[in-house]
């Protein structure tokens, strides 16, 4: 079975609607917190978050031409196997489902259930019942499944799943800026608040980078349909750029949003899910718990944009792998009712839910969440590096003439795996847990290929 077998049925603004589902999910919603909580330096948040998308930027050029020259299904893995072979590329391919897809995806779920019931569990709290923790994954799990069947529907469904989403999730985050910002109850002089930029620990400031690479991570979400889109080489470059522009302009306004509602000293005794749960924080800040509230469960329900990007776009690395006789063939099976890979999707669903209620059992549900981001962000930021550092390999080699050419190449690459390289760095002398896992589940797709091969 070949790419021919999935049609080319997605246009410029499926492929930039996934994209920027993809981007804006539990990160903006939740990271600015911890960051001006650390840092308590409103001008620290700005710096962080524009070099994050400068970043983010330099890395989505690379990739606009590494899919233009490779226009299939499966997106950076199948850079990363052409460059460096099958024993890479099912390690690559292996830890991408669990660090850049079944991770994100149990993370997103879990913020859509905290988010979309948090009303919910302060009237309970109030009513003097006791909250289960085990709720939110409950919840976080019927979310992750019924998407999963609906992407089984096919391509249609999918495309109108995730069009309409993120359509409503990006004028719903617009909104509360402009309105806030318009009519909150804000102070500018927070602002001039807290510590200044060169009072900031160097190593605090690099590991809320951490943070911030998260919350930008998905800007190569419309590489993995590059198999299914239509005139791929004119629309899969606007799309990973557009998207990730239009992005990076929305995650400064929220930004601004956030300091001109909440007192950044304040964060630093706060309870933990005001921090977590930051833009109901300044929601309830700026309008009251009047608005706050049916405000925090619309987030919530548009995290589902996100929700369904990463079953959608995940699901054709699966496939792709598939395809390639380098993972169980089942997941190479198309629904043929549906012309559709409704296999693959179903194994990234069950292995997101799998990894969600691990890291309940294992982290406990206090600190789960935290777990889960560290877990899946030092991961993703290796993986992307490794996926662009194929460009160098694939230009060397003279394979292919792509219809998009890196502008002032090398450069773009070469600082993208400059700053993700500086980032593993203090992200092993901070916090070596989370760093050594991360790790241990990218090298972990080696012996996993060996025990496949040995059993052809």
Not at 1 to 14: I, Q
Not at 48 to 56: A, H, P
Not at 128 to 143: E, K, L
């Amino acid at each position: 079975m070949s790419d021919a077998a999935l049609p080319r049925r997605f246009g410029y603004w499926t492929a930039t609607l996934v994209t920027v589902a993809s981007m804006v999910g539990v990160g903006i919603l939740t990271t600015s917190g911890y960051i001006l909580r650390d840092t308590e330096s409103p001008s620290a948040l700005f710096v962080l978050w524009t070099v994050g998308g400068i970043v983010s930027l330099m890395g989505a050029l690379t990739f606009a031409e590494l899919a233009t020259l490779m226009p299939k299904a499966g997106g950076d893995y199948v850079f990363v196997r052409t460059a460096y072979g099958d024993g890479v590329g099912f390690t690559y391919g292996w830890a991408t489902l669990l660090l850049g897809f079944a991770g994100p995806t149990a993370v997103i779920s879990h913020a859509m259930a905290v988010y979309g019931m948090l009303p919910l569990r302060v009237r309970w709290v109030e009513s003097g019942a006791t909250w289960s923790d085990w709720i939110t994954p409950t919840v976080a799990t019927i979310v992750i499944l019924v998407l999963t069947g609906l992407h089984c529907r096919g391509q249609r469904s999918s495309s109108w799943l995730q069009n309409t989403t993120t359509a409503i999730k990006f004028t719903l985050l617009l909104t509360f800026v402009v309105v806030g910002i318009a009519y909150g109850r804000g102070d500018w002089q927070h602002f001039a608040a807290g510590r200044s930029l060169s009072q900031q620990s160097v190593p605090v400031a690099v590991t809320s980078l951490v943070y911030v690479f998260y919350g930008y991570s998905g800007w190569n979400a419309s590489a993995y349909l590059a198999g299914e889109i239509a005139d791929t080489s004119k629309t899969l470059p606007r799309s990973i750029l557009s998207g990730c522009v239009i992005v990076t302009l929305l995650y400064i306004a929220m930004n601004v949003a956030y300091v001109y509602a909440i007192d950044p000293e304040g964060l630093r005794n706060a309870e933990h899910k005001q921090v977590e749960a930051i833009t109901e924080t300044a929601a309830r800040s700026l309008f009251g718990p009047a608005v706050s509230e049916p405000l925090s469960v619309l987030i919530g329900l548009t995290i589902l944009a996100s929700v369904s990007a990463y079953l959608l776009t995940g699901s054709r690395i699966c496939y792709a792998m598939a395809v390639d006789g380098i993972f169980p063939r089942y997941a190479g099976r198309l629904l043929k009712s549906r012309e559709t890979p409704a296999a693959a999707v179903i194994t990234l669903g069950l292995s997101s839910v799998l990894l969600l209620w691990g890291s309940y059992l294992i982290a406990g549900a206090a600190d789960a969440f935290a777990s889960l981001l560290n877990f899946t962000t030092v991961g993703l930021v290796l993986l992307t590096s490794l996926a662009v550092s194929s460009l160098f390999v694939l230009r060397r080699r003279g394979e292919g003439s792509a219809d998009f050419s890196v502008p002032l190449y090398p450069l773009p690459p070469l600082l993208f795996l400059l700053a993700t390289g500086t980032l593993m760095v203090f992200a092993v002398l901070q916090n070596p847990g989370p760093t050594l896992w991360g790790t241990a589940a990218v090298l972990s797709g080696g012996p996993v290929y060996w025990l496949l091969r040995s059993s052809k």
